[in-house]
Each structure stands twice: as structure tokens, then as C-alpha cells.
């Protein structure tokens, strides 16, 4: 599937679209109009409002589901006014959710809301990232452990990982749907991470600890595999690589090369 694009930076073709929903959204353009109550206009505008909100109830099911669909829709009328989409296609729509709720007043009541949203646009972001297929243990199978540590290797497409504060993680995968969400919250506010990877075309995720997050950030980065162990035995110099890796490959958070991986220099 191909990656949406929600690109500021918009191909021409899409300049009219942009134009049209700022007049639909109520907002001047770059001379200062902005559509009036008896402009033709207003009469699509609420229209247009509710499919953006619709569209960020499908992106953020979780915080909707936390929030309730009432405070949600509020919320989320207050972010399309501010934040027109810049493309057409509106499965990417909402970046920028989160940092929107961090500076909203539930964040102090509800600390963790901007990170379960930030988990829930990580999900949106893996579902929509493009085919390809993933590495395979054997591809590493021919090398010995002085070249497999010699070597770089890509994160998937679709693979998506992130730290998060006040347990979001736990409250995340208690709530997302259509998991059923506990009676009341029992969390103690920890930091957590989480690995979202697609390796059969649906979205997995898998709760990782601070070493798993240390050896990705550092494959992200484009390290050697050498360099990213050395990064994860800073946090635990008792961590077992050799499983957390297969487990990585096992969970498709891996791309497999164009090519056979050789000997590194």
C-alpha cells in the first residue's frame, strides 16, 4: 500500500484544494478573505468539519475512546480550524494531534492523553507505510558474528517504535480498540516503550524494554549492528542481543536488503 502524503510542501494540484478548505474551515487566505455566513461556502462548511473530525476519530481511536466522543469532537473541531489538511487524502490526517492536546487544559488532568496520541499516529502511520518484504534470519545465517556486527541494516517501511511517559504504553494497549477497556486505570505512571511493526499486513505491537529501544534508535540512526549492541549494554550490560534480535526479525522490524549482505570491511 502506498504511503499518504501530508507534505506541507503541496504539488500544485492540491493549491485550489488547500485554498477551498480554509474558506470551508473559516480561515482568511494569504489576502485576508474568509468566507462569510450568507457566502455559498458555509453551506458545505459543517460538512467539511465533520469528515475532518471523522477522520481524526479514525486516527485517534484511543484517545477518543478515553476522552469520550463528545469532549473528542470539540477537541478535534478546534484542531481542523486551526489545521487544514494539506493533502487531499485524509488517512494521514491529524499530525500535530498530540502537541494540540499537550497545550489543551486535559493534559494536566490527563498526562498521558498526548502520548497515547502519539502512539495511536505511530499505529496510523505503520498501517499506511508501504509494502516491501521484511529481513529474514537466514539472510543473516551465512555470516559470522564478526561481520553480522559489521553490518547496517534499515528499519522496515512500516515499522514505528517510541518512549513514552505516565505507563501510555499499558493504558494504550488496555484501550485501543477493539481491545475492552479495564473498569479503572491501574498504572503507576512509568516510562514504557512500544515496537509497531507489520509483517503479514496487520499492525502488532509489542511492548519494548529501555535495551530494545536503545538497539532500534541506534539501527535508526544508521549504525552498525556492532554499534547499536554496544548502544543497548550501556543501558544493561547484561542484555541477551543474540534474542532480542531474533526477536526483532522474528516481529518484521527489519527491511531485507536488495542484496545478500557480505563480508563488511
Not at 481524526?56 to 484511543?62: A, F, K, Q, R, S
Not at 512500516?158 to 485501543?176: E, Y
Request: aromatic share 10%.
Amino acid at each position: 500500500m502506498q504511503l499518504p502524503s501530508e507534505n506541507p510542501s503541496m504539488p500544485e494540484p492540491y493549491s485550489f484544494q488547500s485554498a477551498f478548505f480554509r474558506a470551508l474551515l473559516d480561515r482568511p487566505d494569504e489576502d485576508g478573505y474568509r468566507a462569510g455566513p450568507r457566502d455559498g461556502l458555509a453551506v458545505y462548511r459543517n460538512t467539511a468539519i465533520k469528515a475532518l473530525i471523522d477522520a481524526l476519530v479514525d486516527n485517534y481511536p484511543t484517545v477518543e475512546r478515553l476522552v469520550g466522543s463528545e469532549w473528542f469532537a470539540a477537541c478535534a473541531g478546534e484542531f481542523v480550524r486551526a489545521h487544514p489538511p494539506s493533502s487531499p487524502v485524509l488517512a494521514l490526517y491529524g499530525h500535530g494531534f498530540s502537541e494540540h492536546l499537550a497545550c489543551s487544559g486535559v493534559s494536566v488532568e490527563l498526562p498521558y492523553l498526548p502520548e497515547v496520541a502519539r502512539i495511536d499516529r505511530l499505529w496510523t502511520e505503520a498501517h499506511f507505510a508501504r509494502d516491501a518484504p521484511s529481513l529474514r534470519a537466514s539472510t543473516l545465517a551465512h555470516l559470522t558474528p564478526k561481520q553480522i556486527f559489521g553490518q547496517r541494516i534499515a528499519l522496515h517501511a512500516a515499522t514505528r517504535f517510541g518512549w513514552f511517559d505516565h505507563s501510555a504504553v499499558t493504558i494504550w494497549l488496555q484501550n485501543r480498540p477493539p481491545a475492552e477497556p479495564p473498569s479503572e486505570l491501574q498504572v503507576d505512571g512509568s516510562s514504557e516503550g512500544v515496537l509497531l511493526t507489520r509483517p503479514a499486513g496487520a499492525v502488532i505491537a509489542h511492548p519494548i524494554d529501555a535495551v530494545t529501544f536503545a538497539f532500534l534508535s541506534s539501527v535508526r540512526d544508521g549504525t552498525t549492528l556492532g554499534a547499536a549492541a554496544t548502544a543497548a549494554l550501556a543501558v544493561d550490560s547484561n542484555a541477551d542481543l543474540g534474542t532480542q534480535l531474533a526477536k526483532l526479525i522474528g516481529a518484521g522490524a527489519f527491511a531485507e536488503p536488495a542484496s545478500y549482505l557480505g563480508s563488511s570491511a
